[in-house]
């Protein structure tokens, strides 16, 4: 789970709808194609905030042409551990058990993307054209990592429709 989606409100915890996104090594998987942006280093302690619950590492990068595209840092899933020796339980207590979550990696049973957070990735894919959105749909996976994206929203097409609260309409619109 995020807790910034709690704190923002958009978490929908009776329904499991309370995880983002992150990476995972699988040597098997397709290429994901994602966007590089550039944090300057002015921002990059806000950045590490901002995505607090992650273990952010350096990746390769290879162009769509399949050259080396140097380094990125990335999004990775990590460990309560991880996170704990990080942040605290203090930062782990005000972020998460505060909304009664025992776990941030160690879910038990089903978890769900964030449904305004998905929507807003999905936008975002799709305004990058039919190659990156595909790849976001058929590579990005479920918690029980067999479901993909697309396929979870085949099952709830409402997802596309549903739209952030006024206060995020400018930051979850793709």
């Known amino acids: 789970p995020a ?3 709690y704190a923002r409100g958009i978490a ?3 329904t499991g709808e309370v995880a983002s996104l992150s990476v995972e090594p699988d040597e098997a998987a397709e290429p994901l194609l994602v966007s590089l942006f550039e944090v300057p280093a002015s921002e990059m302690a806000a950045f590490y905030r901002r995505e607090e619950e992650f273990f952010i590492v350096r990746a390769p990068v ?3 042409d ?6 990125a840092l990335v999004c990775s899933a990590g460990t309560d551990a991880e996170y704990l ?4 339980r203090q930062a782990f207590d005000e972020l998460y058990g505060a909304h009664g979550i025992g776990s941030i990696w160690s879910w038990a049973g089903p978890i769900l993307p964030c ?3 998905l929507r807003h990735c999905l936008l975002a894919a799709r305004k990058q054209g039919q190659l990156v959105s595909e790849s976001f749909e058929d590579n990005t ?3 029980d990592r067999k ?5 979870h929203l085949a099952r709830d097409p409402s997802i596309m429709e549903e739209a952030p609260p006024p206060s995020l309409a400018d930051r979850y619109n793709g």
């Open 3 to 5: 807790g910034v989606f």
């Open 62 to 64: 290879l162009t769509l």
């Open 147 to 151: 479901t993909t994206v697309r396929e």
């Open 85 to 88: 020796a990080r942040r605290g």
């Open 12 to 14: 929908r915890r009776e």
């Open 141 to 143: 996976w479920l918690w």
């Open 66 to 71: 399949g050259a080396a595209g140097g380094q």
């Open 115 to 117: 449904r305004v957070y």
